[in-house]
Each structure stands twice: as structure tokens, then as C-alpha cells.
């Protein structure tokens, strides 16, 4: 692990909360799975902040299954992630189907997907391994959340998705700190 991994790990482990959501999640058994997007993104970034956790409006579950691309199993994986976290949304999503939605070429594992996401901070997952570490995915590192620079994903920039995210989830509003950089060619 690099001293971001390091540092991001620390700060997991000692969120019970986050840990028990990895914990259930595990015991899922999916495969090639993450807890992404906010669910790290919006911890380091409350670290940083000093906050005590802001309220996720959801928590992302990706995983790779190319051989169940219903979508069955992921409204019956959210319904029961949600009741046993009352008062959380899950937001679960196979990314063997994802690539359809998105019109790119078939994904190949998890984390193809994960890092076409609209900004690089987002572009984040995390998951328990059986011996209770923890693996990181974050094709551009994990350092960018610790600085606080928030940045369109130049590899599959989409600028007007990416200023309405950040207006409609009100991110300087929750963290001041943040420095938004709206040009998809200066990261």
C-alpha cells in the first residue's frame, strides 16, 4: 500500500459504520465488488474537513458478474442491504451490463467501469478482503481526494454532467476546501 492507501485504511477502520457496511457486503460473496464513489470519497473528504460523516444520499455497490446481467439481483441486493442499514439507500449496479447503458465497449472487470466516471475523485472503490484488509481501486490515486481537488475524468470528460454534479450535490457547500476545476484538460 502507498501512504494514501495507508492513511484512507486508517481512517476506514476506524469508522465502525463503514466497516460494518463492508463487512455485510462481503458476506455477499459478489464478485470483483466495491463500495465506490462517496462511500470513500466523502470520508476522506469530512477527514480533511474535520465534519463528523455528512449523509451519504446513497451508497454505491459495484460488482462483476458477466454470467447474471438481470437486474433482478441488484434491486434484491439493495432491498436487502437497505434493511439491514435502515434509513441508507443502496445504489447496486453489475458493471458487466453498465458498458449498454453508457454505449462504450464491454467492460472487462469492475473497475473498467469505475474509472469512466464523470470526476476523478468519484472514480474511487473499496472492498474487505477475507483477512479483513482492505483493497483499494483508484486508477488516480487516492492523494487527489486527500488534496481536494476535484476534477473532471479526462478520459471520458462530459463537462456538463460534471458542473451539474457538483451544483446539485451542493459539494462547496458541504466542503469548502474543495477546488473545483472545470476544465477537463489542466489534471
Not at 68 to 80: I, K, Y
Not at 83 to 105: D, T
Not at 149 to 164: G, K, L, S, T
Amino acid at each position: 500500500m502507498d501512504e494514501w492507501q495507508t492513511k484512507t485504511a486508517a481512517l476506514l477502520q476506524a469508522d465502525p459504520w463503514r466497516m460494518a457496511c463492508l463487512r455485510a457486503v462481503r458476506a455477499q460473496q459478489l464478485p470483483d465488488w466495491y463500495l465506490a464513489a462517496g462511500f470513500l470519497r466523502n470520508a476522506i473528504w469530512d477527514a480533511v474537513h474535520q465534519l463528523p460523516q455528512t449523509p451519504l444520499n446513497d451508497i454505491d455497490l459495484v460488482f462483476f458478474d458477466p454470467a447474471e446481467l438481470s437486474t433482478a439481483r441488484e434491486t434484491q441486493l439493495e432491498q436487502q442491504l437497505a434493511a439491514q442499514f435502515r434509513g441508507q439507500c443502496f445504489e447496486v449496479r453489475n458493471q458487466a451490463r453498465m458498458h449498454l447503458k453508457h454505449g462504450h465497449s464491454p467492460y472487462q472487470h469492475c473497475g473498467d467501469g469505475v474509472r469512466r466516471w464523470v470526476e476523478l475523485p468519484t472514480c474511487v472503490g473499496v472492498r474487505l478482503l477475507d483477512d479483513d484488509s482492505l483493497a483499494f481501486f483508484a486508477p488516480f490515486g487516492l492523494a487527489l481526494n486527500w488534496s481536494l481537488q476535484v476534477a473532471i475524468n479526462p478520459d471520458f470528460p462530459r463537462p456538463e454532467v460534471f458542473a451539474e454534479r457538483v451544483a446539485a450535490k451542493r459539494w462547496l457547500q458541504l466542503w469548502p476546501q474543495l477546488q473545483i476545476n472545470l476544465e477537463s484538460n489542466n489534471f
